[in-house]
């Protein structure tokens, strides 16, 4: 019976995809992957993906069936979304993209993805009827997602940040960006593992990534004749948004504008994200009503693919039940 009743539960919230047309954008459009809760608590977690790998490999990614951080929010009565900006999985590519990286511009800013997550706020409130929305944010997705925070006030109920884009002092300006730049799936599975930070005895991804990431990246963006053999690629708006704060603390969006609850939380092998970088982050926004700080041991850049992920499910579903305790 348990068999039975664990297997209509996968069932019943298995993922599907909406496509979404952007209105500012004619003729692209953004993927959101959602799961349905089997009992419904009428809101919603939106969460928007880092600089190199789209919602599928990051939250929705299924160690076995059913067991995604998408699936364990469902599993709370949420309505659990991650959306792809524009130029990742399963949403569109700009024309930049097909050309020459050099002849434009960086792709994907944190401006432009902010309209992007207005796009999916929209969408999950007057399609989907969610009054509240909570929005969970991962590296350097954290900053359209402050950024869509600081221009509507109203739209959240609160707003998680992990492993949040931070200024390293010292930090050298980087090159000038193109439009895209490249990597091959087994290379970024390699920075996963983070095998220069971690101790020699020390491995944090679950088997499930060794065993499928890669295959599963490789096949989530289109190969490009005349690239080379198995090379990906990946808009660099992120890359120098990311840039643009580490070398100089130059953020797209004014913290002090942010009404909501805010959480940050990192691992303690955080390379992205350290303790003196994460408060002096948080301090920063004087006008949320509730502020939370979380540094989980024996965790990186990419806890949610770790071993010590659920710790990270639960203090995010800790917080959101706080910040709702304090709507009225």
């Given at each position: 019976m348990s068999t039975l009743l664990a297997l209509g539960l996968v069932s019943a919230m298995s993922a599907s995809t909406v496509h979404l047309p952007i209105a500012h954008d004619p003729g692209q459009q953004v993927?959101?992957?959602?799961?349905?809760?089997?009992?419904?608590?009428?809101?919603?977690v939106l969460f928007v993906h880092g600089a190199s790998f789209p919602t599928m490999l990051a939250f929705g990614f299924e160690f076995a069936p059913g067991d995604s951080w998408m699936d364990f929010m469902a599993q709370q009565g949420f309505l659990a979304c991650g959306l792809d900006f524009v130029g990742f999985g399963a949403s569109s590519r700009p024309a930049t993209m097909a050309h020459t990286a050099a002849d434009a511009a960086p792709v994907t800013r944190a401006p432009e993805a902010a309209r992007e997550i207005a796009v999916a706020v929209d969408y999950l409130r007057k399609a989907r009827g969610m009054g509240r929305i909570h929005l969970v944010a991962h590296s350097w997705g954290t900053l359209p997602?402050?950024?869509?925070?600081a221009k509507h006030p109203d739209a959240l109920a609160s707003l998680t940040l992990f492993g949040p884009v931070v200024p390293k002092p010292g930090e050298p300006a980087g090159p000038a960006q193109e439009a895209w730049w490249t990597i091959s799936?087994?290379?970024?599975?390699?920075?996963?593992?983070f095998k220069h930070v971690l101790p020699p005895e020390l491995t944090l991804l679950e088997p499930a990534v060794s065993r499928r990431w890669a295959s599963e990246f490789d096949a989530s963006a289109p190969h490009v004749a005349g690239d080379p053999p198995g090379e990906l690629r990946i808009p660099a708006g992120p890359a120098a948004d990311i840039d643009a704060v580490a070398s100089g603390g130059g953020y797209p969006y004014d913290p002090a504008a942010i009404t909501v609850p805010v959480?940050?939380?990192?691992?303690?092998?955080?390379?992205?994200?350290?303790?003196?970088?994460?408060?002096?982050?948080l301090a920063r926004f004087g006008a949320s009503p509730l502020k939370w700080r979380m540094r989980i041991d024996h965790g990186s850049h990419v806890m949610h693919l770790e071993r010590n992920r659920h710790s990270l499910y639960r203090s995010v579903n800790a917080f959101i039940h706080a910040a709702q305790e304090m709507q009225p």
């Open positions: 993927a959101l992957h959602c799961v349905a809760p089997a009992q419904a608590n009428g809101q919603g997602a402050a950024t869509f925070a799936a087994e290379a970024r599975y390699q920075q996963l593992r959480f940050v939380v990192y691992g303690d092998y955080d390379t992205v994200t350290d303790d003196a970088g994460a408060t002096a982050l």
